[in-house]
């Protein structure tokens, strides 16, 4: 934009800055913990201090929160080590220990001793025992480099770091990133990795109106799941052994079943994996517009396909049970981000800001200007990818397509040895244990005509534009793909490995030629450029991010979510909607009952349950109003990586359990909005209720210790 324009913008839009000004203390955020804003904390009612909340030289409450798993949060709630965190978290372990005769998913599952707790080989949980801000170390002297340069300076600068600088025996270093590259911190993390299962509710209770509930509020899920850390005879980390003991944590999070009212203080600790809240209106603009709809659009077909045959089929609803709810958990999240971004105008008002943001720094329009330009170079690209992604893992024959084309990879370098055919093979008996072939390849025609029509035409493989409707694509999937769709191939490998004349056979397979042929166009004509694009973005994204920053001064900053212990703190709140629509912050038992649908796969409820309830036997659970509390919202600024985290009252006491957000609200990824975002918790008194009524697991609540 020329400096004409510019002044001409500036004139018109003098009434933004002063509108953007007025809202500049706004909430949300999700700070690092050793940056957190104590002054308004205590404002807001909070009675702990900054350093009860992290400290790295004594106890501190980040000693009681671990990274549960990699992608989820857990706490600590015993002198024990007893580790809570979501049904959905720790739902992998829980259904490895199920089987038919154990089904531990459909009856729940309470250890009743120390002995009855069930290992879980690979499962870790990771404290954060030191956070260091070495931006210094990093950036210095690196403002006029060109993007070459950076990325290898930065690359040996952080090599430096990470062998200089001290660490205990058991603890792990790793540095991120933040505010797009402005900052870098080190992190010191210390790994445990013997992690056993204590105690499950039901999946009727602990995931409690499944996909029509996800991401929805009202909720009445009791999403929670129990485990302990065990460590060796030193209270140290170690790999399982039936030696290790309970770990002795530094802190635990006392419980508290006096309940929260609304406009109490909470704040929510844990570790958000990914946001995006400082980007240019042109990118929210292509997400709203183009990429959600596609991957929308993708995953309708997938899972409207499988759920006609997991409704009629039991076999199939069974297998298909745990990919249609990860599917479905980002399909449905897509949908309400963007109907909140219509309908808060996300992308006006990111203009609107943008035209601030150059009245108050005209330097700022080069930068938006050039962003503009490489997310519209971009667009074209980003499709691409989202259909290349969404059907090469949709369509599951590519699946396995892929799978074998890796092994042919590796074998064009290398004999493919015992160890590596054994890879192979796991990964694809780990596969076929939950596929049904007649509905893929059925709808693998669907979707690779989807690709055909939605695509650059330059992408598509010769052998594919042969195949000019889904009806041939089915009949040529049929024929050609055999050795894919059944497991007879790898089950008659001589010895269990692939010999030569094997990798010759999936060398000639036409279903694996066709994916490496569309994988190879794909990164050749779009995936390649895609790619160098994101990396020029993100560097101007860097400018950009500083150039906000330091323009707007009003604002509060927090860096984007990135896997790193952040704190977000807010209010007990119900929400406004829409017009007319107003949601009360608390569930209670009594709903959980209004939505029971005897022998529903989503809303059926437990006899047990429903005795308690008609007894009224709620013991020191239920509130003034003499009802059992279920789930809660509050104004915390959250995301995927904050379920199981703990949402702790002024006194650090833990009131709630995080596990959701509500739907009108999911767009709080890239543009949170205090009026309608909400977190939602399961209430502490439920996770109670349901361990002494349903789990009869007194034992357990002995070992906390309760705030009443
Ligand atoms: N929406 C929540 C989150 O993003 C919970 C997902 C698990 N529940 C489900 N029904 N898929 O992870
Ligand atoms: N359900 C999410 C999780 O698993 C939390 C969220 O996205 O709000 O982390």
């Known amino acids: ?45 909070m009675k702990v201090s900054a350093k009860d909340i992290f400290d790295p030289m004594k106890p501190s409450i980040e000693d009681a929160v671990p990274q549960f798993n990699g992608g989820c949060t857990s706490e600590i709630i015993s002198p024990n080590g007893l580790l809570l965190t979501n049904h959905h978290c720790g739902y992998s372990m829980i259904q490895s220990h199920s089987s038919v005769d154990h089904n531990y998913l459909k009856n729940g599952f309470w250890a009743k001793n120390y002995s009855e707790e069930l290992p879980n080989p690979g499962a870790h949980v990771a404290f ?25 300076t930065l690359k040996e600068r952080m090599e430096d770091v990470l062998k200089n600088t001290p660490k205990g025996k058991f603890e792990e270093l790793e540095i991120k990133p933040m505010y797009a590259g402005n900052k870098y911190y080190l992190y010191k993390k210390l790994i445990f990795k013997d992690i056993r299962l204590v105690g499950t509710p039901p999946e009727s209770i602990g995931k409690f109106g499944s996909d029509t509930d996800n991401w929805v509020w009202p909720r009445h899920t009791g999403d929670f799941s129990i485990f302990r850390i065990y460590a060796n005879k030193n209270n140290e980390p170690a790999e399982y052994s039936a030696e290790n003991v309970p770990y002795k944590p530094k802190h635990f999070l006392p419980v508290s079943i006096k309940g929260i009212k609304e406009n109490d203080f909470t704040f929510v600790y844990g570790f958000p994996g990914r946001t995006n809240e400082y980007l240019p209106a042109i990118a929210l603009e292509k997400t709203l517009k183009e990429t959600n709809p596609a991957r929308i659009e993708v995953r309708d077909l997938i899972l409207k396909n499988w759920d006609e045959k997991m409704r009629t089929e039991e076999a199939i609803k069974i297998k298909y049970a745990s990919k249609y709810a990860s599917l479905a958990n980002y399909w449905k999240k897509w949908i309400g981000e963007n109907q909140g971004l219509e309908r808060s105008d996300a ?29 519209q170079k971009q667009a074209p690209h980003a499709l691409n990818k989202v259909y290349f992604d969404e059907i090469s893992r949709g369509a599951e024959i590519l699946r396995v397509a892929n799978i074998y084309s890796s092994a042919i990879d590796v074998a064009s370098v290398n004999k493919l040895d015992a160890n590596g055919s054994k890879r192979v093979i796991n990964a694809l008996k780990a596969f076929y244990k939950d596929y049904d072939a007649s509905l893929d390849l059925k709808l693998s025609a669907k979707l690779l005509m989807m690709y055909s029509k939605k695509v650059s035409p330059d992408l598509l493989p010769e052998e594919l534009k042969l195949l000019s409707d889904e009806q041939k694509c089915y009949d040529w999937l049929q024929k050609n793909a055999a050795i894919l769709s059944d497991p007879e191939f790898i089950n008659n490998l001589k010895d269990g490995t692939f010999s030569a004349e094997n990798i010759n056979t999936l060398k000639s397979n036409p279903v694996i030629s066709l994916f490496r042929n569309m994988r190879a166009r794909y990164v050749e004509k779009s995936g390649n450029a895609n790619d160098a694009l994101q990396t020029q973005i993100d560097l101007i994204q860097k400018r950009y991010m500083a150039e906000q920053m330091k323009t707007d001064t009003q604002k509060k900053y927090f860096p984007d979510a990135n896997s790193t212990l952040r704190v977000t703190y807010g209010r007990v709140k119900g929400s406004n909607v829409r017009d007319g629509v107003s949601y009360h912050y608390q569930t209670y038992l009594d709903g959980v009952m209004e939505k029971y649908k005897p022998g529903d796969y989503e809303f059926d409820v437990p006899v047990e349950l429903i005795e308690i309830y008609k007894n009224k036997d709620f013991g020191q659970y239920a509130d003034h109003t003499g009802r059992v509390p279920v789930a809660f919202t509050a104004t915390n600024h959250t995301t995927g990586g904050n379920s199981g985290s703990p949402a702790i009252d002024a006194k650090g006491n833990l009131v709630g359990l995080n596990f959701d957000r509500q739907w009108e609200g999911t767009m709080s990824d890239l543009n949170y909005d205090p009026e309608i975002c909400r977190n939602i918790m399961v209430d502490t008194r439920y996770v109670l209720f349901i361990i002494e009524k349903i789990g009869k697991a007194t034992w357990l609540i002995d070992e906390m210790k309760l705030v009443k």
């Open 1 to 45: 934009m020329n400096k004409y324009k510019i002044l001409k913008k500036i004139a018109g839009l003098a009434f933004v800055a002063i509108s953007f000004s007025t809202h500049a203390q706004q909430s949300g955020g999700m700070w690092i913990p050793t940056e957190i804003n104590e002054t308004e904390m205590k404002a807001m009612g």
């Open 347 to 375: 992308v006006k008002k990111r203009k609107d800001y943008e035209q601030f943001l150059i009245s108050k720094n005209p330097a700022t329009a080069k930068t938006i200007a050039e962003l503009e330009d490489l997310y």
């Open 128 to 152: 954060i025992t030191d956070i260091i801000d070495i931006t210094p170390k990093i950036l210095t002297g690196t403002e006029n480099m060109s993007a070459a340069e950076l990325g290898k």
